[in-house]
């Protein structure tokens, strides 16, 4: 069954860090374009990063330049998100999908994991 699971969301104070890891199953993630989208309450869904098969080349949305790092491991089948200095408005459900190319269109990426929350209050 090929399935995408993302955990290490949470609740974390303006300034704190997270770090979020997208876990695949049931095909290589090795041969494949992933990118980490987030979709707040009443917003569409937003690309956030991407990272190309290789993990030399990456990109990221103007709003988390400088702060969030991708990043990937093709033997342990796993994307990561590193996000530091996170804001309130980074408040989102997170998800990572695979794509063929990097892009922030929602419609070129499928199949998706089933997301996870994270909260940045004080």
């Known amino acids: 069954q090929v399935q995408l699971v993302e955990s290490g969301g949470g609740l974390v104070q303006p300034g704190g860090s997270l770090r979020l890891s997208c876990a695949a199953s049931g095909f290589s993630l090795g041969y494949f374009v992933i990118g980490w989208f987030r979709q707040a309450p009443g917003k569409e869904r937003e690309g956030v990063s991407c990272i190309r098969t290789n993990g030399g080349t990456t990109e990221y949305a103007d709003s988390v330049k400088g702060r969030f790092t991708i990043s990937r491991d093709n033997t342990k089948n796993t994307v990561w998100l590193q996000m530091n200095s996170l804001k309130p408005e980074d408040t989102a459900v997170y998800y990572c999908?695979?794509?063929?190319?990097?892009?922030?269109?929602?419609?070129?990426?499928?199949?998706w994991g089933q997301g996870t929350q994270v909260t940045v209050t004080s």
């Open positions: 999908a695979v794509g063929h190319q990097c892009g922030w269109n929602p419609d070129n990426f499928t199949p």
